[in-house]
């Protein structure tokens, strides 16, 4: 089958630095998302890795291991609008139909 | 148009009726997908389209569940005789291309489906 494993909440404070962590295990991958949903919104895309390694986007920065089955969003410079749920997501290859498999998300809340 | 647009917003049904998701992708796109997301759920991958085919309708929850796109443009999602497990926001995006190059999903603001 397939897992993928997020924290259900964090919190942190404004300014600061905060790691969200997704563990993998899927039968096939072909890269892996990050999404942004405020409550009552659509999803936004953040990100996507396909190789390892860090990929930096102004305060986001996601970090992806194939061989651990592991990824981070890194977000600095905490604001309060960042408060939101961060979706992790692996794409199947296309032999596994494709198909986008999302986590639970992590519900992350800002504190001044 | 400017995004994704869907239609209706809203939706009240009773069990047992029929109902008609609408997707308007982004102009262009060739890619589209729906995705439904219960309450406080993760979002679930339900079928996405490649032009005018859908590759692979597994992901639908059942035989009630049926989609088509015409004219590599709109899309609808059609429940036939609904349950209340059903009720859940169904999101559609698109993207220009489809994977493995690397894109970008737009979504919709979604249909919140409610069956009572």
């Known amino acids: 089958g397939q897992n993928i494993d997020q924290p259900t909440e964090m919190t942190a404070t404004e300014g600061a630095i905060v790691q969200i962590n997704c563990t993998y295990q899927?039968?096939?991958?072909?890269?892996l998302f990050w999404y942004q949903q405020h409550a009552g919104e659509a999803p936004t895309f953040l990100s996507y890795?396909?190789?390892?390694g860090l990929e930096e986007k102004g305060r986001f920065s996601s970090f992806l291991s194939r061989s651990k089955g592991y990824s981070y969003l890194l977000l600095k410079e905490l604001q309060m609008k960042d408060s939101a749920s961060y979706l992790c997501?692996?794409?199947?290859?296309?032999?596994?139909?494709?198909?986008?498999?999302f986590g639970q998300g992590t519900e992350l809340s800002v504190k001044p | 148009g400017a995004g994704v647009s869907q239609s209706p917003s809203n939706k009240v049904t009773e069990k047992g009726k029929d109902v008609e998701l609408r997707c308007d992708p982004i102009?262009?796109?060739?890619?589209l997908y729906w995705y439904r997301q219960s309450l406080g759920q993760g979002l679930e991958f339900l079928i996405y389209?490649?032009?005018?085919?859908?590759?692979?309708k597994s992901g639908l929850p059942s035989d009630r569940f049926s989609a088509e796109r015409t004219g590599g443009s709109v899309s609808t999602l059609t429940i036939q005789r609904t349950q209340q497990e059903d009720s859940a926001v169904y999101l559609c995006?698109?993207?220009?291309?489809?994977?493995?190059?690397?894109?970008?999903?737009?979504f919709g603001p979604g249909t919140r489906l409610t069956v009572t």
């Open positions: 995006a698109s993207s220009l291309l489809w994977p493995p190059v690397q894109y970008e999903q737009y």
């Open positions: 899927t039968s096939g991958f072909n890269g």
């Open positions: 890795n396909v190789l390892d």
């Open positions: 997501a692996v794409i199947l290859s296309p032999g596994q139909g494709g198909k986008l498999i």
């Open positions: 102009s262009g796109h060739t890619a």
């Open positions: 389209f490649q032009g005018n085919s859908a590759p692979d």
